[in-house]
């Protein structure tokens, strides 16, 4: 034979290896991607329920978003001034930490999509070939196989294949010999590991896994406008203190140029005039300080947004006039009530109390394991007919089988201690049930409480405010009469800039404590624009 129709043959193998191999491999990464994507925001949008909020901002970055959700383009950098509102979208379309857990969210239900496909039918296949070369010949051959494997809802595996043997002498007899072999099995589990229960538990906890994850989402989304709304505000107090600071400054330094003066004409003692000098100097010092304070509070909320440090922007000072401009007043609802709501709506009580079921399902998982072993098997294996009928099978003169297959199980020490681990595992579950569930009705009551303490705080600041500007009017015009000394002035001075910085303070205060509340009596609902819903009633033109 010649030596270029020798190795025709084995070309021609090695390109219809390749083409079945490309066939099998046709899909290219981004395909994969696009399918794990579709299948994985499939099994979110099944399960996000209306008590998780509105199902927006919560798509990974490199797939596409929502048509609700916040986009941003990805090289844009905000500069000048950011309204509150700015601020919240910003920062929940940049934020690491928020990008984070949408990732989470995605993954737990990518877990999931493995957990289901173990019981759809998995099909695999191979390809075999070789040449060999002796003294007496060469050959080569190709052996092919094709089949699939499948585990049933109640633990049953069922496995089928089929396998075609081809085998051409290159040297010597010309003839092909080409034959196929099908076999199949099937295992039933009669104790251990039988039932739907036992056989889909890791499906089960994944399924329930997915919902956790939804829940603490919608938690954390919660909690993040607060935490944002919370710096940003902070960060308005912060710059308040500056402009208060400068008033002061600004203001004793007035004094002191007038007391100077006074004290060169002699009607100031000289020890007046340099105690003004120097509570000026250290208002001066306060007003560095302050600004100090302001610019690393606004670098962190850059930060905590995820925009780079060294842009420059302002917050608007007009939100916290917004803010006083609101009712200010205790809830008119009782503490019970709300720790009340709290137990039925929060999200995180919920997964916690469903835990203790997971719990419960494992001690039926580790008494099962228990059990012995023993499976009905049933097994065919068929061959084709001869002279190349690769597809006539000899059904009459198959091998068939069925039996049973018991593991005693002689050594349980390992499966005795794990049933005894789930046992502490399902009262430890109850246990942190309880716990939650007083951590809950400490934190409404807290919350409760830190509300009627800012409303009344904020009360007593007004109060005080307005009793430090008349003081301050009022010995500004006692001293130019010579009525009271230096310090009485400078007191009044010091009093009016702690209570215009104690009037912000408890002002942010209460609006923080008030998003605090609500988020933990789970009625804070977040809008689309990351910002929270208004409720009922609430007059809330600012948000």
């Known amino acids: 034979m010649p030596v270029i129709h020798k190795y025709a043959v084995l070309i021609c193998l090695v390109a219809v290896m390749a083409g079945l191999l490309t066939l099998g491999g046709c899909k290219t990464p981004d395909e994969f991607k696009q399918e794990a994507d579709d299948e994985v925001y499939d099994i979110l949008d099944e399960k996000w329920q209306s008590q998780h909020g509105q199902k927006v901002n919560y798509r990974v970055s490199d797939v596409t978003p929502d048509p609700n959700s916040i986009v941003f383009d990805p090289n844009w950098v905000p500069s000048g001034r950011l309204t509150l509102a700015d601020a919240v979208a910003i920062a929940t379309a940049r934020s690491r930490d928020y990008q984070s857990r949408k990732e989470g969210l995605y993954t737990s239900a990518l877990d999931l999509t493995l957990q289901r496909h173990q019981f759809v039918a998995q099909w695999f296949g191979s390809i075999d070939s070789g040449y060999q ?29 089929i396998a075609a043997d081809w085998l051409r002498y290159l040297t010597g007899d010309p003839d092909t010999s080409l034959g196929s072999v099908l076999s199949a099995s099937v295992r039933h589990p009669l104790l251990r590991g039988s039932g739907k229960k036992i056989a889909q538990e890791n499906l089960t906890q994944s399924e329930r896994n997915v919902l956790y994850e939804i829940r603490d989402f919608s938690r954390y989304r919660k909690d993040f406008v607060v935490r944002v709304v919370s710096s940003y505000l902070r960060t308005l107090q912060s710059l308040d203190s500056v402009k208060n600071a400068k008033n002061n400054y600004e203001s004793l330094k007035s004094a002191y140029d007038e007391a100077e003066l006074r004290a060169e004409a002699g009607k ?276």
Not at 504 to 520: G, I, P, Q, W
């Open 268 to 543: 100031l003692p000289p020890m007046e005039a340099d105690q003004t000098k120097q509570r000026m100097l250290q208002a001066e010092d306060n007003l560095a300080r302050s600004q100090r304070s302001y610019q690393q509070a606004l670098d962190s909320f850059k930060l905590q947004m995820g925009i780079p440090v060294d842009v420059t922007i302002e917050l608007d000072p007009n939100v916290l006039k917004e803010i006083s401009t609101m009712e200010i007043s205790e809830p008119n609802f009782e503490v019970a009530d709300a720790v009340e709501t709290a137990l039925e709506t929060r999200l995180d009580l919920a997964t916690t109390r469903d835990q203790v079921d997971d719990a419960r399902r494992k001690i039926d998982l580790s008494t099962d394991a228990l059990r012995a072993q023993l499976d009905l098997v049933a097994s065919s294996s068929v061959s084709s007919t001869e002279q190349t009928r690769i597809g006539r099978l000899r059904f009459q003169d198959g091998t068939y089988g069925v039996g049973l297959e018991m593991d005693v199980p002689l050594d349980q020490k390992s499966e005795r201690n794990a049933y005894r681990r789930s046992l502490f595992s399902y009262l430890q579950a109850q246990r942190s049930y309880e716990q939650a569930v007083d951590e809950v009705k400490l934190e409404v009551r807290n919350n409760y409480r830190n509300l009627i303490e800012a409303s009344r705080r904020y009360e007593i600041q007004e109060l005080s405010l307005k009793l430090a500007e008349a003081r301050v009017d009022n010995t500004s015009m006692q001293m130019q009469a010579g009525r009271v000394q230096a310090r009485d002035v400078l007191d009044s001075q010091d009093d009016l800039l702690s209570a215009q910085n104690d009037r912000t303070s408890t002002l942010v205060d209460y609006m923080l404590a008030k998003l605090e509340f609500y988020r933990d009596i789970e009625i804070l609902q977040v809008k689309p624009d990351g910002l929270w819903q208004p409720l009922e009633n609430e007059e809330n033109t600012l948000f």
């Open 133 to 161: 070369r002796n003294a007496a010949d060469e050959t080569v051959n190709a052996d092919a196989r094709l089949g699939f494997n499948q585990v049933l809802a109640d633990g049953t595996q069922i496995s089928a294949s």
